[in-house]
Nanobody, 118 residues
Framework: QVQLVESGGGLVQAGGSLRLSCAAS????????MGWYRQGPGKQRELVAD???????VYAESAKGRFTISRDNAKNTVYLQMNGLKPEDTGVYYC????????????WGQGTQVTVSS
């Protein structure tokens, strides 16, 4: 089992910044990936950004140039620095941890609300 604790959401005006954090604990397998997903009102959950334990990153097109994902492997923590926030970035942000070798397993955080006002 892996437990994920997120923090850093909140209300911000358009153009502002927020930094999300997610700390993983429990049975952490070293070959893993951590990421952030977003679920906007009435929308499906979608990938925002992902980073492997080796440092390889993937970003959604909407996040490129504005968001930066990083991680501290010693702390099993992933961060999402969000700059230039837009109202369409509003949603619940979920942290994801997944093991990248068999057995592939996924864990999710409880979610943190990000609201961007225009």
């Amino acid at each position: 089992q892996v437990q994920l604790v997120e923090s850093g959401g909140g209300l911000v005006q358009a153009g502002g910044s927020l930094r999300l954090s997610c700390a993983a604990s429990g049975s952490i397998f070293s070959i893993n990936a951590m990421g952030w997903y977003r679920q906007g009102p009435g929308k499906q959950r979608e990938l925002v950004a992902d980073i492997t334990s080796a440092g390889t990153t993937v970003y959604a097109e909407s996040a490129k140039g504005r968001f930066t994902i990083s991680r501290d492997n010693a702390k099993n923590t992933v961060y999402l620095q969000m700059n230039g926030l837009k109202p369409e970035d509003t949603g619940v942000y979920y942290c994801n941890w997944r093991r990248r070798v068999d057995p592939i397993t996924n864990y999710w955080g409880q979610g943190t609300q990000v609201t961007v006002s225009s």
